[in-house]
């Protein structure tokens, strides 16, 4: 029979009188555990929320990695089926999609507005863009001749006073004239990715291709979208290696940039949130450290008698101290699981209700996302508990100075 987890069950159980010094502290170092851990869970779930949903946005309009000509993104790059089921062939792309821009003008009686029209074919994954739909519908995207649809951002049909259903006149400038479109607005979506609602339509691509005097085969890029984020520079080298073996139909050679490439800021930013998470760990485990040694010294200090008695029965310093640490393990198991129901209660609170609400133009986002990950509020647990018990080791210490005489007649 393990004899310290034994007694430490037992003087954990006892209820004793309530009027201890210890009940209050026993009471301070739970509390201090299970805090400082709904905090770790919340941290880590806002933080996670927040970064997929962003990045995912702008995934969404960039994909995961992108193809250009070599010589530019303003020259074209011939596209066809066989080269895009060539890319999908690369190891660790899933999807291949072609796209063309071109650059416009949408003007109304009364306003106008400087636009990117982003022209996609019927293999462009629309998912995404689907989701951020907030009036109309989401046009068939097709690469033949189409009836000029349009997809703007809310922020566009505001500044322009713009509704699904209606029509706009679009006008691009070229090397000798300028040509005028007319336009119908069959949706409008909204990311709230200022980078995005302020500059981006959608087309179909048979429209841009067009505008820019391309044939059917000739692109701005093609975009991929990969099996795996966490190897995004991996798949890249791959997608490279494929592209510098080949060329296209008028002997352009090609390369691929990753979206964390394009779009550094927004990339670096979101792993700067990572150091204030580790922060913010650091400080709620010092706190529910300090509170737990708090609580073990006084218990210590009320448990003289006891620790004497102990003693002169031949119990031996590190046995004492083994039973302490148990009694200690138990606190701060009861804190794991007050902890575990506020932060994950919290949490799933934020992600039915939405309570806690954001300004969508500074974060991106309407509402504080919140993902919860197991694997992360296990090692949140496990972490907690090891480094509580082990900070305890030294004041555990304090046993071996308590000499039996004196503490019998400790009262």
Known sequence: MNFPLFIAKRIFSDKGDRHQVSRPAIRIATIGVAIGLAVMIITISVVLGFKHTVRDKVVGFGSHLQVYNIQGSVYPLCINDSTLAAYEQAEGVSHAERFTTSQGILKTDNDFLGVMLKGIGPEYDIHFINDCIVEGELPAFTDSTSNYP???????????????????????????????????????????????????????????????????????????????????????????????????????????????????????????????????LGLMIAVAGFTMISGLLIIILERTQMIGILKALGARNDTIRHTFLWFAAFIIGRGLLWGNILGIGLVVLQQTTGIVTLDAQTYYVSEAPMELNLLFILLLNAATLLISVFVLIAPSYLVSHIHPARSMHYE
């Open 150 to 280: 349009l997809v703007i951002s809310k922020t566009m049909a505001q500044k322009l006073r713009l509704h699904a259903g209606d029509r706009v006149f679009a006008y691009f400038i070229g090397e000798k004239d300028v040509r005028a479109r007319r336009f119908n607005v069959s949706a409008i979506y909204q990311t709230n990715m200022k980078r995005f609602d302020d500059l981006i339509c959608l087309t179909d691509i048979s429209v841009t291709q067009r505008l820019n005097g391309w044939d059917k085969e000739q692109c701005t890029g093609a975009e991929l979208l990969v099996n795996d984020f966490d190897r995004l520079k991996p798949i890249n080298s791959n997608v490279t290696s494929i592209l510098r073996d080949n060329t296209d139909r008028d002997g352009n050679m090609s390369v691929s940039y990753p979206i964390t490439d394009i779009y550094p800021q927004v990339f670096s930013w979101l792993e700067l949130l990572d150091i204030n998470v580790w922060i913010i």
